[in-house]
């Protein structure tokens, strides 16, 4: 079968780009990336391998998602119920099809949040820990702070472009970092290309991922997309 490539297939075999145990086998001289900002850091030896315009502040997009998760974890119980508000349900945009008064367990509402990338699941996840979205988000920029993450500030916990929503590429890295050995089951379910859940309440969805690099890259441990008119992709 083709070995896989970031950019496309090659059926001739080759050397594995992917993890080189030889440093001099990464020459990243002639990569382009579209970005504005990038970062590719080794967890492992702190290396960082890649980047371009890494503390350039730009809008968040679904990646704000991550602190979302994080922030809800770290103040609930996965099991922990939750009921659907009218303002979750008509936020608009991506979605998970959440209905009011429908509840779901945490973690229900957290597949919706990082497969699908359901605004409805972000804003039913910070009402249903701090009552309020506008309060859950004080709490991501609490978390923000606690993290040293100077360069972020969230406005909401979707990710629609709002003016002053905005992070850095070294700081996503940094709370990825974070994430993966704190909380890495919540990169673990970002693989599954696809999840079939039934809510508390006894709706059944369907919920495929956003992330297309699932199918071009066998390796990928995880991740989370994000795409709005002010952050492109």
Do not use: C
């Amino acid at each position: 079968s083709p070995i896989p490539k970031v950019f496309g297939t090659d059926t001739k075999a080759k050397v594995n780009i992917w993890f080189p145990k030889d440093s001099s086998l990464r020459n990243f001289e002639d990569l382009y990336v579209g970005a504005r900002g990038a970062i590719a850091v080794d967890y492992d030896s702190a290396e960082i391998l890649f980047a371009k315009e890494p503390e350039m502040r730009l809008p968040i997009a679904s990646t704000a998602k991550i602190m979302t998760a994080l922030v809800a974890l770290e103040n609930a119980d996965s099991l922990s119920v939750f009921t659907v508000s009218e303002a979750a349900s008509a936020v608009g945009e991506n979605s998970m099809g959440l209905t009011t008064g429908e509840k779901l367990q945490l973690k229900e509402l957290l597949y919706g949040l990082m497969l699908v990338s359901g605004n409805d699941a972000a804003v039913a996840i910070a009402e249903g820990i701090a009552g309020s979205q506008s309060s859950f988000v004080s709490m991501m920029n609490d978390k923000v702070r606690e993290l040293g993450l100077d360069d972020t500030h969230f406005v909401n916990a979707t990710g629609l472009d709002e003016e002053g929503h905005l992070t850095t590429a070294d700081d996503l890295s940094r709370l990825g970092e974070y994430i993966w050995y704190n909380y890495s089951w919540v990169w673990d379910m970002t693989r599954e290309p696809e999840v079939k859940i039934t809510s508390a309440s006894g709706e059944q969805y369907v919920l495929p991922t956003t992330n297309q690099l699932l199918k071009e890259f066998p390796a990928i441990i995880g991740g989370k997309t994000g795409l709005t008119d002010n952050a492109k992709e």
